[in-house]
C-alpha cells in the first residue's frame, strides 16, 4: 500500500572543504600561538612585539601599494574604453605583465602579513616574491580552466555559453534567442491582465 507522502530527499554529503576547513584553522591557529610562545621564551617578549608590530606595518605598505596598483590598472581601463567610445573604435585591454598580472596574490601576501603569527608571515613574504606569485598565478588559472571545461551543461559555465551570440562582424553579443514563432501565452504581457478570482 503505497501513500501519497512522497519519500524525503537523500542528505546531501558535506564537503570535504567543509569538513576539513574548521579542522584546518584550529590546528593553524593552535601552532601560531605555540610559535609565538616558542619565539617569546627564545629571544623575549620584546622580540614577539618587535615581530607582530614589523609584519602588521609592511603588511599594511604591501596592501596600500596593491590597491594603487589596482586603482590604477582600473582607471586606465576606463580611459581606454572612454577614449575607444569617443573614437568609435573597440576597447583594447592592455597587456599585463609580470607582477602587475598577478596583484591579487600581492594583496593576499599583505594580509597574511598583518596577521599575527610566525607562519602567517613566512607565507605573506612568500608571496612578495615575483616568481611564486607568477607560479601561484598560473596554476590558479590552469586550475579554473579545467574546472570550466569539465562543468556540466546545466552548470554557471554552459549558461555563459548559451548567452553568447556572435554578431556578424566577429563581436561578441551578450543575450538570448527569442523567437516569435514559439506558442505565445494567452495573457498577454503588454495589455492589462483579467483579475485573479478564487
Do not use: C
Not at 149 to 154: C, I, K, L
Not at 181 to 198: E, F, I, K, M, N
Amino acid at each position: 500500500m503505497t501513500t501519497g507522502v512522497p519519500p524525503s530527499p537523500a542528505p546531501r554529503k558535506r564537503s570535504r572543504a567543509r569538513t576539513f576547513l574548521p579542522l584546518g584553522l584550529a590546528v593553524w591557529l593552535a601552532l601560531e600561538i605555540w610559535l609565538l610562545t616558542v619565539v617569546a621564551d627564545a629571544a623575549g617578549g620584546l622580540a614577539v612585539l618587535a615581530l607582530l608590530v614589523g609584519g602588521a606595518l609592511l603588511g599594511a605598505v604591501v596592501v596600500k601599494r596593491a590597491g594603487r596598483r589596482a586603482f590604477r590598472n582600473l582607471t586606465s581601463t576606463f580611459q581606454q574604453a572612454q577614449e575607444a567610445a569617443r573614437t568609435g573604435g573597440t576597447p583594447t585591454v592592455p597587456e599585463r605583465t609580470g607582477a602587475e598580472d598577478r596583484n591579487g596574490f600581492l594583496m593576499l601576501g599583505g594580509l597574511l602579513l598583518m596577521i599575527p603569527g610566525p607562519i602567517s608571515d613566512a607565507a605573506g613574504l612568500l608571496l612578495l616574491v615575483p616568481p611564486v606569485r607568477s607560479f601561484l598565478g598560473r596554476s590558479a588559472e590552469e586550475a579554473v580552466e579545467r574546472r570550466m571545461r569539465a562543468a556540466s551543461p546545466g552548470s554557471l559555465q554552459g549558461a555563459f555559453q548559451q548567452a553568447r551570440m556572435r554578431h556578424p562582424d566577429g563581436k561578441v553579443v551578450q543575450g538570448e534567442v527569442v523567437r516569435e514563432d514559439a506558442s505565445r501565452s494567452p495573457y498577454r504581457t503588454d495589455g492589462p491582465r483579467p483579475p485573479l478570482t478564487p
